[in-house]
């Protein structure tokens, strides 16, 4: 039987279970955090135990799994991941990559092919590699896919470098990716144009955010391409509202592409975009926004 990497280790794939493809443990910014966050907004102990209570709260209505993109520009740190893991049945399986928008950081800018210092590979590829294989750091952690974003600033010099070191990571370790895209910009193109390019297996990849559009021919194209669409921003109805994104789920399904849909919200026990009072006047603003949208919701919704 095949085995994913989780936090706690290893498990059968038929052990996964019921699984929300797209959601996030904490996104934070450690210098946000430990420069503002610590006696205002932040408190560890609490974080860690809300965390728990929210994931067990997931656990109880039927989910098994979250997959989590979290990766460097959303703030990964395992070891306080791996403190939730302890305590919660739910499986989480983490990611390596690089979340841009634009430019890379300074850290890998500088270095690799064609750079300032002149390497024999890409240093993304190297440490991404290594995540795969090795694990993360020294927590023991293996990342089983690979993101990256493509938003609506589309191909600059700095994500395309970052797409296609997760392709030669993706060519070397046969880790499935997922990509951020804008729907609105239709970047999910790009990104299969560029994966197309790298020899990446498109029927590996999820374009994330699909499902903020409702263009049956643009998302019918990316599935024709064989990625799978990331129908995974419910509750996130500033970009899409609920009714319309079951509407367009259901289309697909009636047209045969049920098998290359995956349901998620891109939510996260906390979010550091959205500190202190700012927390409460976004979940005023999006209440739907939260891990149970989609068990309690959305799949009546659709069954219907």
Same mark, same amino acid.
């Given at each position: 039987?095949?085995?994913?990497?989780?936090?706690?280790?290893?498990?059968?794939?038929?052990?996964?279970?019921?699984?929300?493809?797209?959601?996030?443990?904490?996104?934070?910014?450690?210098?946000?955090?430990?420069?503002?966050?610590?006696?205002?907004?932040?408190?560890?102990?609490?974080?860690?135990?809300?965390?728990?209570?929210?994931?067990?709260?997931?656990?109880?209505?039927?989910?098994?799994?979250?997959?989590?993109?979290?990766?460097?520009?959303?703030?990964?740190?395992?070891?306080?991941?791996?403190?939730?893991?302890?305590?919660?049945?739910?499986?989480?399986?983490?990611?390596?990559?690089?979340?841009?928008?634009?430019?890379?950081?300074?850290?890998?800018?500088?270095?690799?092919?064609?750079?300032?210092?002149?390497?024999?590979?890409?240093?993304?590829?190297?440490?991404?590699?290594?995540?795969?294989?090795?694990?993360?750091?020294?927590?023991?952690?293996?990342?089983?896919?690979?993101?990256?974003?493509?938003?609506?600033?589309?191909? !600059?010099?700095?994500?395309?470098? @970052?797409? #296609?070191?997760?392709?030669?990571?993706? *060519? &070397?370790? $046969? +880790?499935?990716? %997922?990509?951020? !895209?804008?729907?609105?910009?239709? @970047?999910? #193109?790009?990104?299969?144009?560029?994966? *197309? &390019?790298? $020899? +990446?297996?498109? %029927?590996?990849?999820?374009?994330?955010?699909?499902?903020?559009?409702?263009?049956?021919?643009?998302?019918?194209?990316?599935?024709? +391409?064989?990625?799978?669409?990331?129908?995974?921003?419910?509750?996130?109805?500033?970009?899409?509202?609920?009714?319309?994104?079951?509407?367009?789920?259901?289309?697909?399904?009636?047209?045969?592409?049920?098998?290359?849909?995956?349901?998620?919200?891109?939510?996260?026990?906390?979010?550091?975009?959205?500190?202190?009072?700012?927390?409460?006047?976004?979940?005023?603003?999006?209440?739907?926004?939260?891990?149970?949208?989609?068990?309690?919701?959305?799949?009546?919704?659709?069954?219907?």
């Amino acid at each position: 039987m095949p085995t994913v990497h989780t936090v706690r280790g290893p498990i059968d794939t038929a052990d996964l279970g019921r699984t929300l493809m797209h959601e996030h443990v904490f996104v934070l910014s450690t210098e946000h955090q430990q420069n503002y966050g610590t006696g205002d907004w932040w408190d560890e102990e609490e974080r860690v135990t809300d965390a728990v209570a929210k994931l067990d709260e997931l656990k109880a209505l039927g989910i098994d799994t979250i997959v989590d993109p979290t990766v460097w520009g959303l703030g990964r740190y395992l070891p306080r991941v791996q403190r939730v893991a302890a305590q919660t049945e739910l499986n989480i399986i983490v990611a390596t990559g690089l979340y841009t928008y634009d430019e890379i950081p300074f850290q890998y800018a500088h270095r690799g092919p064609g750079t300032l210092i002149e390497t024999p590979t890409d240093p993304m590829v190297d440490d991404f590699t290594r995540d795969v294989r090795d694990g993360i750091a020294d927590t023991g952690v293996h990342a089983a896919f690979l993101k990256c974003a493509v938003e609506a600033k589309g191909l !600059t010099p700095g994500v395309e470098r @970052t797409l #296609r070191a997760v392709a030669a990571t993706h *060519r &070397e370790t $046969g +880790a499935p990716i %997922t990509v951020h !895209t804008s729907a609105a910009a239709q @970047t999910g #193109r790009l990104a299969v144009q560029v994966l *197309r &390019e790298e $020899g +990446a297996d498109l %029927t590996k990849v999820v374009i994330g955010h699909a499902g903020d559009s409702n263009d049956l021919d643009h998302l019918k194209e990316l599935a024709d +391409a064989g990625c799978i669409l990331g129908m995974d921003r419910f509750g996130l109805d500033l970009y899409n509202p609920t009714s319309a994104r079951v509407d367009t789920i259901v289309a697909l399904a009636e047209q045969g592409y049920a098998d290359r849909m995956v349901l998620s919200q891109d939510a996260s026990c906390y979010i550091d975009w959205f500190p202190g009072e700012a927390r409460t006047a976004m979940t005023q603003a999006m209440p739907n926004w939260n891990f149970t949208h989609v068990p309690q919701d959305v799949l009546p919704m659709l069954r219907e």
